[in-house]
């Protein structure tokens, strides 16, 4: 196993209980723009993973005593690691995600950013006292309540944000006390056993962090075992609500899916409205649970926002990860941007036109927008994951906020509008996790609170929201008598 040195060995080997294993078949990483091997892991075992949730729960003896100045100062050496090693995860993660470059370095500055909050917020965790002689019988008591770390949690995250999502996971753990047993995503493991030697050498506790790449077949005691307290997972949206139902008495926390809605009002600043819907539905080839799906414009500037629109549309550069010119990359594989297209082609074969793109090479897929489409079509219905949009015209504001509604997913919606009045009812009335106002659902920034209703998930992400589901209140109540 490497050290920090910039260099990668031939195979990595997966972090348990303090050590780092060579064990287990070898599997190779490959490149979703070319299908270039990038990397070699050793897939652990069930036995491996019944190894780890028991070095977990061991460690959790010194994790949940660690004063909080100690955590503080831990995940401040975890946020510097990363800085210290920024390209190198940024070049990895553009490797292995298919990713491009500068979006790469970008995802790696929010993981550090998370984990300078987790820092922050370490020293946070606060309580209350509560007067409790409310009645003649309770005279002369009074109770403080205080969080305690849940206890070792399991994290499973997916393939399109292999570092920042790790990084709302392990960041919010450490803060909280709690020890970790990491799965991450087979198609993206290099970023989190990367991260894994940075928060060794951070100095967090042997047997506090395992990282073990597992099939999915062999991680099934990450959700059975009772050894651990919460299940944090994000991906889709069938595999979440599946887990939960086998979870049994453990707290789950799930981050899934969404068709995230944007309506654009005709009194909204158009140039803008467009610029930031490329951004929304194209950044990582769309690949992300709040990228822009479905937009809604006022039917009297329609025609105007396409006409800003498109034309930015067109001009994204699509190209290899490592280009630093390329806007937009691979899907994570060519069976994903395969699907993608058997979607924009029904959707045609129903009636749609595609403005621009709809072509694919491979995990290639040119951006696409269509129109004409239908609330029934998969594109429409069904979480696209790929660089593909639909825009479609309104009359009636509170008709297209229905028409956002009707998803069964609820995770971000974005309002473009200067009437105040309008953005209020948008709050009032969208059901989804939260609405973004004056901008497109994709916005997030990492210490606000996130997540979604309906079959978008359950609980919520951002650091100090995160701390509350991994922590639970205990009162302490006294009798001066």
């Known amino acids: 196993m490497t050290q920090a040195t910039g260099t990668f060995a031939p195979a990595r080997g997966f972090l348990l209980d303090g050590r780092w294993l060579a064990e287990g078949e070898l599997f190779d990483i490959r490149a979703p723009h070319d299908g270039s091997v990038v990397g070699t892991a050793h897939r652990a075992t069930r036995a491996h993973l019944d190894a780890a949730i028991g070095a977990a729960a061991k460690a959790f003896d010194a994790t949940r005593k660690m004063p909080a100045y100690e955590r503080q100062r831990i995940l401040q050496a975890i946020a510097a690691g990363a800085t210290a090693r920024r390209e190198e995860l940024a070049r990895v993660l553009a490797l292995e995600a298919g990713k491009p470059i500068r979006a790469a370095r970008a995802e790696v500055d929010r993981a550090i950013f998370t984990f300078g ?16 002689d409310l009645q003649a019988a309770t005279a002369g008591r009074w109770a403080i309540v205080r969080r305690f770390p849940i206890g070792p949690i399991a994290s499973i995250t997916p393939f399109n944000f292999p570092v920042n999502l790790v990084a709302h996971k392990w960041g919010p753990a450490i803060a909280a006390g709690c020890s970790i047993v990491h799965k991450p995503a087979p198609q993206t493991p290099l970023c989190s056993l990367l991260l894994a030697e940075i928060v060794a050498e951070a100095g967090w506790p042997r047997g506090a962090l395992n990282v073990l790449p597992l099939t999915n077949e062999d991680a099934g005691q990450l959700v059975s075992d009772d050894r651990l307290k919460l299940l944090s997972f994000t991906g889709s949206g069938p595999v979440g609500w599946e887990l939960k139902r086998r979870a049994g008495k453990k707290r789950v926390a799930l981050e899934l899916g969404g068709i995230a809605g944007c309506i654009i009002h005709r009194d909204a600043d158009l140039a803008y409205a467009a610029e930031r819907c490329v951004f929304g539905g194209f950044s990582y080839a769309g690949q992300s649970c709040i990228s822009v799906q479905r937009v809604f414009v006022e039917r009297s500037v329609y025609e105007k926002f396409l006409g800003e629109f498109v034309p930015r549309v067109q001009k994204l550069q699509l190209g290899p990860p490592l280009d630093e010119a390329t806007d937009v990359g691979p899907m994570i594989s060519a069976d994903a941007a395969r699907r993608a297209v058997e979607w924009i082609d029904e959707a045609v074969a129903g009636g749609a036109r595609v403005l621009c793109g709809g072509k694919r090479a491979g995990a290639m897929l040119e951006p696409t927008v269509l129109t004409g489409t239908k609330p029934s079509q998969r594109v429409n219905c ?100």
Do not use: C
């Not at 969208?430 to 359950?458: E, Q």
């Open 382 to 481: 069904m979480e696209m994951f790929a660089p593909a949009l639909s825009v479609e015209p309104y009359d009636d504001f509170f008709a297209a906020m229905q028409q956002v509604n009707s998803s069964e997913y609820g995770l971000q919606a974005g309002v473009f509008t200067s009437d105040m009045s309008l953005g209020f009812a948008a709050y009032d009335t969208l059901d989804v996790g939260g609405v973004i106002l004056n901008d497109v659902p994709t916005f997030r920034i990492d210490h606000m609170p996130y997540g979604g209703v309906k079959d978008s998930g359950a609980g919520r992400e951002g650091i100090r929201y995160a701390i509350e589901e991994m922590t639970e209140r205990k009162l302490l109540a006294v009798n001066l008598r």
């Open 117 to 132: 909050l987790a820092a922050e917020e370490s020293t946070r965790i606060y309580g209350e006292w509560l007067p409790l």
